[in-house]
């Protein structure tokens, strides 16, 4: 079997160096180091906010923000119906109901019309996710949601340092959350942080995620009632050198998107995900394009997938809906939510259809050079003409 992961995660020297260095600091927690600290000061710079704050995962990122914006038990929050499961769930472990709504059919994006529609006097958030790098509508979003008084949580998981006009991920947003899971664009194996302006929500997410800790306590002083969401000291030494790299490695999957875009354009049954130009960063953490499996002689996706990926290209299938998980649909308390929302494939036609039809293929596969997309492109070629 050809090597998968392409490297990824990628580090070198620098990981090293600097997990050496919290190694021999006998400080390995944020309570007294100042690896965090420094983390989420260049994090925080890096999107032109003011304040950033490292935590255990892009999970708890999400929970954390529902709570500090006072999203309680019964209210409402919008989320769309393709995303990975999380987006949904962290409304729903706080007892609040996720209300679907459809996604773009072109960008994969949450659609700000569908949005809109899903508005009742019991929203409280919604919660636009970028999806694959490229960014939502944030002038649109931010439009309606102004109108309404909804709070809006980005979840940038897929979008470290992506822009919408010029303008990064957390300007229009109260709160954006970020994963560094291994497989994210910049990563630590499991991480997360929250950015915001707010020094009112930042103050409240710290002493959550600190068990109620303010900065610097030693006297076990619990303010609030919080849970542990930190970020150790060796997290943050390897996201600090992931950091440095963000922006080159972006670069290079900008470009070679593009590239991509144009080898495969002339592929009948090949549909890439289209690109915003209002989108100025794409942080192009999937690669994603629909298959039409009518052009490759009938071959199902799953089958297309296996191929692509024997033949050396990884590449697999997106997010199922959220409603059609299997706790989902299986746990009865979520009954009054199906039935609230309306979940059935046709009325989400667009995220339905994205979940069905398009495969992916992960951001390391686009930090390579010309022949590698080449290769890329002369694959999904090869499938097709060997079943056509
Ligand atoms: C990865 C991801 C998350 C969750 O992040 P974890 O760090 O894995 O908990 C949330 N939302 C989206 C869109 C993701 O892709």
Redo the contacts with the bound molecule.
Sequence with gaps: MKKMNRGWPFSDENEMQEIKAVLESHTWWRGTGNKVKEFERCFANYHNVNYALGVS???HA?EIALEVLGVMPGDEVIVPAF??V??ATAVLRRGAIPVFCDVDADTYCLMPESFNEKITNKTKAVIP?HMAGHLCDMEKISKVAMENNIRIIE?A??AQGGEWNGKKVGFYSDIATF???NR?VMTCG?G?ALITNSKELYDRAYLLHSVGRPPGDIIYEHLILGSNYRMSEFHAAILLCQLKRLANFTNLREKNAKKLNQYLEGIDGIVPQKFDEKCTRNTHYMYMFYYDKKYFGGMDKSEFIKEMNDLGIECHVPYPLVFNTTFFKKDTIFQNIYEYNNLIDKNFPNAAKISKEVVWIPHYELLCDDSRLKEITETILKIQSCNY
């Design positions: 995962n892009g999970t999400l995303t990975f999380a987006t996710v979840d998981a897929h994963s560094f899971q994210k499991e997360g």
